[in-house]
């Protein structure tokens, strides 16, 4: 699969979730040490990428406008081009896509799904070697979350965020996700935080069902909820709503917020909670999705480019 004219790659740049995300340090450096479970979610952003003469990247979708305001070249996917052709000592001449639907700047890893989708298409467009590891290079050095994404695989993640460990097998979980479209950048939420740490708290085993999940997330806590709701104070409504759907075996904020999640056993609980939500809240983004363990599967396999295209 080299870089023959024509090739064009899609990778899938699927949300993530923090099923429970414990601060459990401060680093002299400000970042913060982590035990954390992230699941992925089958829906996200695509990115494209093919042959070109010089590095160009379009941004479309329904949540493109968003992104509207800042220069293309510091968008991660841009950054993460430039970063990985630079590693591998070869011109980043590609052009990029990135059909953006996820919220930005919302808890679940868009940008860093959106890096780490461009650092997979590249790879496979470039012909990389499977073990080559300027990939997860860049990741580590692209943010805390890239290399989950990059990985493409549930996992705990300890550190900053980027010492992984394989996930323990989990069950078919069901979501709705919810964002208030207020975007909350991580850095101001990782800031309001204060209070004592918390003790790193994995699972002893896998979970049999959605309920044994639920039961075990209970308790356990997203670290970042109480910041993040003082700045931001519709996320406490949009955890109380998830929490009165039926059906919903546990409601948590993601990441650093402000998009919330709701788990259900059924599929047909996760649709009808979000369709009410989406009726009695026009203007929150509302979506039901299943978690899944591996979300890399879901990159498209290479696909001749239409004529002209
Ligand atoms: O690495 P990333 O760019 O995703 O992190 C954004 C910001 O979030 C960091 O600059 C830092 O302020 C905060 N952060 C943190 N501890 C982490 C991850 C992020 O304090 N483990």
């Known amino acids: 699969m080299g870089d023959g004219a024509g090739t064009r790659v899609r990778a899938f740049a699927a949300a993530k979730i923090n099923l429970y995300l414990h601060v459990v340090d401060r680093r002299p450096d400000g970042y913060h040490e982590l035990d954390s479970l992230v699941v992925f979610a089958d829906l996200g952003d695509v990115v494209t990428a093919r042959p070109a003469a010089g590095l160009h990247l379009a941004i479309e979708g329904p949540a493109a406008p968003a992104l509207a305001g800042e220069p293309v070249e510091s968008n991660l996917v841009h950054r993460a081009a430039r970063a990985l052709a630079a590693a591998c000592g070869r011109a980043p001449e590609v052009a990029l896509t990135l059909t953006k639907v996820l ?3 919302s808890g679940i890893g868009g940008g860093s799904a959106d890096a780490a989708a461009c650092l997979r298409a590249l790879a496979r467009l470039w012909g990389l070697a499977a073990d080559d590891p300027s990939p997860m290079a860049v990741a580590r ?58 003790a790193p708290a994995r699972f002893a085993a896998a979970p049999a069902d959605a309920a044994t999940l639920a039961s075990w997330l209970a308790a356990r806590r997203n670290d970042l909820t109480d910041p993040a709701r003082r700045l931001a104070p519709v996320i406490g409504t949009v955890l109380a709503a998830l929490e009165h759907t039926q059906g919903c075996l546990l409601a948590r904020l993601s990441g650093s917020g402000a998009t919330c999640f709701g788990l259900y056993a059924e599929a047909a609980a996760a649709a009808r909670a979000a369709a009410d939500l989406g009726a009695a809240h026009p203007d929150w983004w509302v979506q039901r999705c299943r978690l899944i363990a591996d979300a890399a599967r879901l990159d498209g396999a290479p696909v001749a480019a239409p004529a002209g295209a």
């Open 141 to 198: 050095r692209l943010g805390a979350d890239v290399p989950v994404c990059l990985a493409g695989r549930a996992a705990y993640l300890g550190g900053v965020g980027d010492r992984l460990a394989p996930a323990p097998a989990l069950p078919v979980v069901h979501a709705v996700l919810v964002n208030p479209g207020q975007p909350l950048p991580t850095p101001a939420v990782f800031a309001a935080r204060s209070g004592p740490f918390s």
């Open 103 to 105: 919220p930005v700047a």
